[in-house]
């Protein structure tokens, strides 16, 4: 080669190398864009439930369908749509995903009935379900590196988590100032440019050799709808109502099942080979516990600051913007974080402002401000999910085979689903309970303080898991953790 030659392809090394950052940021860029729309779905209706119902004439009963119907069709459909990626290509079954989602999104805005709004609702959630699992596998494929993969990462911890507030806040300002109905339409603008953007910039992954698993989809899409409604009905009826224990049943059977079969099938839609990893399945439990605190603290605080604050619907969602902000601010710094200290130091040190937040909530009285006793705690929780989940993302996702990377990005999602759902149901109950036949504010008031704290309960709980089962050495192929801990040595 000539020296010219040797000089021209080292000033295009840079060139090539930019090029290859600018592509990869835009890919980034639609993937969450298409992620935060999916998660802000999950909370951004709960302030409009009011306009809604008056809008539409839903019982007191069934409005609680228009959250249901999208977190059953979401949360039962997620493994399906993991395995779809792997088979079809992600791109493909990403894209499939947002058009449907976009398309129910727009038929909801438009419904003019209880009825048409429902199913919109449940369309919603399988299109969410199809797309949601190809976002986090297109981001570890895309971000090899261990620097850049924890910064992508720690931006996908900023979207999901800071998303389910930060939807609480656009749910106030939609409905106050335009329409319930703009709660759904915002989705189709957003909807339209990932779907177009998407084949130009996103690489389609390998079809994976293999037929679906259909007998595997079948009991774990039926056997995840019956455990995500049962925890549903046991909210709203008790946990000792017969449908709810059928249910439940039915879920343990279709469960166990579909374990069963998932050990002997030739190729399976969740690999259990995913769980022999004690820190993988460590990182599941952990986020279980995580949300199912964190989504139930969602629900009763929006209640306490404009039931018993008395905020406005717009106010109320401004007043979860310090906690936005926090995550968001944390989580950019954590691929920082994660290039110099373990993973597991950084997790138990993100869970101890996670549990002193939501014991300080638990104190919550009739008399207590915004100031002194909310704006505090959702700082802390906030900036302890920032620190806790890049790490715990990481775990999830290490040493997973390319051909198991839809199965274990949708086993993420379905922690974070099932999570959300047994939370809500679980601290409904027990401030139902707390309450008793009380009445007036000091009995609400302390219903949701019992429910802060089994909160905090529960993310003791996961700060325990952490301390116990996740303190162990990477796998040895995991070569993004191996050299985390290499550079924190050096």
């Known amino acids: 080669m000539s020296t010219s030659s040797i000089m021209q392809d080292t000033r295009l090394r840079p060139r090539r190398r930019t090029a290859l950052r600018d592509r990869r940021g835009l890919a980034l860029a639609i993937v969450l864009g298409a992620q935060l729309m999916i998660i802000l779905d999950l909370t951004v209706v709960n302030i409009a439930l009011p306009s809604i119902a008056h809008g539409l004439g839903f019982s007191a009963a069934g409005l609680s ?64 379900a199809i797309a949601s699992p190809a976002v986090l596998a297109m981001i570890t494929a895309s971000f090899a590196d261990g620097r850049d993969r924890a910064r992508a990462l720690g931006i996908y911890t900023a979207v999901v988590m800071g998303g389910g507030s930060l939807g609480l806040v656009l749910g106030g300002v939609i409905t106050e100032w335009v329409s319930w109905r703009w709660v759904l339409f915002i ?59 059928a249910a439940f049943a039915a879920a343990v059977i279709l469960l166990a099942g579909f ?24 990182s599941y439990l952990t986020r ?13 605080l929006t209640q306490f600051v404009q039931e018993i604050l008395g905020f406005s619907p717009l106010r109320a969602g401004i007043s979860f913007l310090p906690m936005t902000a926090a995550l968001f601010g944390v989580s950019r710094l954590a691929p920082r974080l994660v290039s110099r ?23 919550i009285e ?6 002194a ?17 890049v790490p715990l993302t990481m775990a999830s996702l290490s040493g997973v085979r390319p051909e198991d990377s839809g199965a274990a990005s949708s086993m993420v999602n379905v922690m974070q689903q099932v999570g959300g759902s047994l939370g809500l149901a679980v601290l409904v109950t027990a401030a139902g309970n707390a309450v008793g036949h ?27 898991v952490v301390l116990t089962v996740m303190r162990t050495a990477p796998p040895k192929n995991d070569a993004t953790a191996t050299n985390q801990i290499t550079a924190q040595r050096r």
């Open 438 to 464: 009380g009445a007036g504010q000091a009995a609400v008031v302390h219903g949701m303080s019992r429910a802060f704290t089994l909160a905090a309960a529960l993310d003791v709980l996961a700060l325990l």
């Open 187 to 245: 989705n189709v603008p957003i909807g339209v440019l990932v779907a177009i953007a998407a084949p130009m910039f996103l690489p389609e992954t390998p079809r994976q050799p293999g037929h679906f698993d259909i007998a595997g989809a079948l009991a774990s899409t039926a056997g995840m709808v019956s455990l995500v409604y049962a925890i549903i009905r046991a909210a709203a009826d008790g946990w000792s109502d017969p449908v709810t224990l």
């Open 366 to 371: 009739p008399g207590t401000g915004y100031l």
């Open 65 to 128: 369908w228009v959250l249901n119907a999208y977190t059953l069709t979401f949360g039962g459909l997620l493994l399906l749509g993991g395995r779809a990626g792997d088979i079809l290509g992600r791109r493909r079954v990403f894209v499939a995903g947002i058009v449907l989602f976009t398309a129910a999104s727009l038929a909801g805005g438009l419904a003019q009935s209880a009825g048409l709004l429902l199913a919109a609702r449940a369309a919603q959630g399988v299109g969410g």
């Open 373 to 389: 006793g909310v704006l505090g705690p959702m700082v802390l929780i906030g900036a302890g999910m920032g620190v806790v989940f």
């Open 288 to 300: 279980l516990l995580i949300v199912a605190g964190m989504f139930g603290m969602f629900f009763f």
């Open 259 to 282: 374990v069963w079969h998932e050990s002997r099938a030739r190729q399976p839609i969740t690999p259990l080979r995913l769980f022999a990893d004690r820190r993988r399945a460590g």
């Open 341 to 363: 200290y373990r993973p597991w130091t950084l997790m138990v040190t993100g869970m101890l402002p996670v549990v002193a937040g939501m014991a300080w909530l638990s104190r």
